[in-house]
């Protein structure tokens, strides 16, 4: 049962309208909803068969200002000529629902053919889900009945509402359908999902949503970027007053002209505290400490030397300009205080978090998750290996772990696998001992060898994500188990290099303890150089050249998208995001900007 919903019943006839104690549909509808939904707010309305009415009333209750969740109409959805109830519900709605309408049909037409005469439509305006009746008090019970379970979860969607969505997929996808007295298909899934069926039964996630479901479930790593937060210095940076250039350090109280050189300071050397005259100077290198006394230097070049020792050091300089308080002298802790924070922001690139706390004498451990590579396929050979008539060789398990190495992950266990239940269910059940992720390659699609989902099933994982509105990498899995993380990346080398940018790299860097924003590749836009590319019914995700002309970025695709084709990794700067295709949108053409995802950090391969 969900709480709180707020619903609109209508009835619509002319007679209820006229004398609301013929209503009997409306209030049974009311009761219905209040024994079958906790504590629901039901608004009521009695409405004649009038379409402008109608509309006018479901236009009010959908709007942002009222937001009814779900509004269920009652009659005028037949064959007389004053039905008008589909054709004003039309006129409002954002998006049909026909599967609804069909379902709820087939379900009176088991109960009695004069279902056929009913025209009902169901349909979402704005938020709110809209249902058309009939008007029989016995036709609503059964309607009602039909599709009450369905319509917290429909309702979740509609509002986008991810963890309660989450929470039915984990009660259709896990354990629990079979211990369900009434287990239902989702609306958005198409199939059982068991063995023998020949539809996903997964959901097709949009790529951002897959992605949200990632980092939500992934747990990030707070360790690490609390103790940069509150991380102090404990030193001065200079810990001494520092000379700036290669000069003379003196004082500013005497004079320009020529000053007599009592010693040479070099960077390393302690700080010299004694007194001396306004006619002496020290000869200093940049980064050495100037003498307590001293409080400014000048550079070698405003100097001219005027003797030297027999020795061959010097003895008398000219000093030709002014000597100025402060001039090239690098105050104490001026680049760094001690006790004021290292890290003014948490960034936890390697590069810079080790190069900080080295410029303050210490180090932290940098606590990066553990990662296993695996790839399964009974059809792999390892490179090394001679060729074996059937077999192919497995590069994914080469490009997964360079990836890894790339973004200065490591891979900490590499298995390649056949396409064996017992042996991919024993493998992954122990590998969790060891690291945290792993990031598997194939058998994650529909094959009757694809093994992967049914095995986390069997583990007890929680299967997020089992299929994404994306190309290539529809089939992209993740799954979870406490703080135990699974990514099945289609078996297609391209999908799976796609996939591992899109999704594994995020949560990998997210459960190091990077900022949300920082754990995607950059988008940059782009400006597409290709005459004509047909779009497919799914957004894809191309790779594509990049050329920098007059400070803008032309991307051009590399050749055949095929997610077998690795050949179309060479060369490829970005992942151009083509939207999927619509009516009136086939291709996307020349000139065309776009949104392209950065693969690598030299991503800029000709400037013209
Ligand atoms: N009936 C359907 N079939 C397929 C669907 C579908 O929706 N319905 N999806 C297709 C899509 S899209 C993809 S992508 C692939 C994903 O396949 P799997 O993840 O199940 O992977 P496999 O079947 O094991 O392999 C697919 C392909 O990739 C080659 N492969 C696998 N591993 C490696 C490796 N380590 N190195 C090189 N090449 C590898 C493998 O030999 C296959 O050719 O499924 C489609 N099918
Ligand atoms: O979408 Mo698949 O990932 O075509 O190769
Ligand atoms: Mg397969």
């Not at 001396?276 to 405003?302: H, S, W």
């Not at 900080?356 to 998750?369: I, Q, T």
């Not at 509105?469 to 990514?487: C, E, L, S, V």
């Not at 992942?575 to 619509?582: D, I, K």
Request: aromatic letters at 6%.
């Amino acid at each position: 049962m969900s709480e709180g919903i707020v619903f609109a019943v209508i009835t619509i006839s002319d007679t209820c309208h006229e004398d609301a104690t013929k209503d009997r549909s409306g209030p049974r509808l009311v009761q219905l909803i209040s024994e079958n939904f906790e504590n629901p707010r039901i608004l009521k309305e009695i409405l004649p068969d009038e379409k402008e009415l109608i509309k006018q009333k479901l236009l009010q209750l959908s709007s942002p200002e009222v937001s009814t969740a779900c509004i269920l109409t009652t009659g005028g959805t037949g064959f007389a000529a004053r039905d008008v109830t589909p054709e004003a519900t039309k006129e409002v709605l954002d998006k049909e629902c026909p599967q609804l309408a069909m379902a709820i049909g087939m379900h009176s037409l088991q109960k009695t053919k004069f279902a056929a005469l009913s025209r009902s439509v169901c349909g979402i305006a704005g938020k709110t889900l809209i249902i058309n009746f009939p008007g029989s008090e016995k036709a609503v019970v059964e309607c009602f009945d039909y599709i009450k379970d369905l319509l917290p979860h429909a309702l979740h969607l509609i509002n986008n509402d991810l963890a309660l969505v989450r929470k039915t997929h984990e009660k259709l996808q896990g354990s629990s359908v079979a211990q369900s007295p009434t287990p239902h298909v989702c609306p958005h899934k198409t199939g059982k999902g068991d063995g023998v069926d020949r539809n996903s039964p997964y959901p097709m996630l949009p790529v951002n949503e897959a992605l949200n479901l990632i980092l939500q479930t992934v747990k990030t790593q707070e360790t690490l970027p609390n103790l940069l937060k509150n991380f102090k210095s404990p030193v001065d940076i200079p810990p001494f007053r520092a000379s700036i250039k290669d000069g003379y350090a003196m004082k500013s109280s005497g004079f320009s002209g020529s000053k007599k050189v009592i010693g040479y300071i070099s960077a390393g050397d302690s700080i010299i505290s004694d007194d001396f005259e306004e006619d002496e100077c020290y000869k200093i290198n940049t980064g050495a400490p100037v003498p307590l006394k001293a409080d400014c230097v000048v550079q070698v070049e405003d100097t001219k030397l005027l003797k030297t020792k027999k020795n061959g050091q010097e003895d008398l300089v000219e000093i030709l300009v002014e000597p100025k308080k402060d001039l090239d002298i690098r105050p104490l802790g001026c680049d760094l205080s001690k006790n004021s924070p290292l890290f003014p922001s948490v960034d936890l690139s390697p590069v810079v978090v080790k190069s900080l706390m080295a410029s303050v004498g210490h180090a932290v451990p940098l606590h990066k998750p553990l990662v296993a590579v695996i790839s399964t396929g009974s059809e792999l050979l390892d490179p090394q290996d001679y060729p074996i008539e059937g077999k192919i060789y497995d590069s994914n398990t080469t490009m997964l772990r360079q990836l890894l190495q790339y973004f200065g992950f490591e891979c900490f266990v590499t298995k390649v696998l056949s396409d064996d239940f017992e042996e991919v269910s024993e493998t992954l059940s122990s590998i969790y001992d060891e690291v945290d992720f792993v990031i598997c390659s194939g058998g994650v699609s529909m094959g009757d060898k694809d093994f992967i989902k049914p095995v986390l099933q069997k583990l007890g994982f929680q299967l997020l994500v089992g299929r994404v509105n994306m190309k290539p990498g529809k089939p992209m899995t993740f799954a979870a188990k406490g703080d135990k993380y699974f990514f099945g990346l289609p078996g297609n080398p391209v999908s799976a290099f796609v996939c591992f940018h899109l999704f594994a790299l995020p949560a990998v860097r997210w459960c190091s303890g990077w900022t949300q924003e920082k754990c995607m590749l950059p988008v940059v836009q782009v400006i597409l150089e290709n005459q004509s590319v047909p779009l497919d019914p799914r957004p894809e995700y191309m790779r594509a050249t990049i050329t920098s002309r007059n400070g803008q970025l032309y991307a051009s695709i590399t050749g055949n998208q095929m997610s077998s084709r690795l050949q179309s990794i060479v060369g490829a700067d970005v992942l151009v995001h083509l939207p999927a295709r619509t009516e009136t949108k086939t291709e996307a053409k020349a000139g065309d900007i776009l949104p392209a995802s950065v693969l690598r950090y030299d991503f800029i391969t000709k400037y013209e």
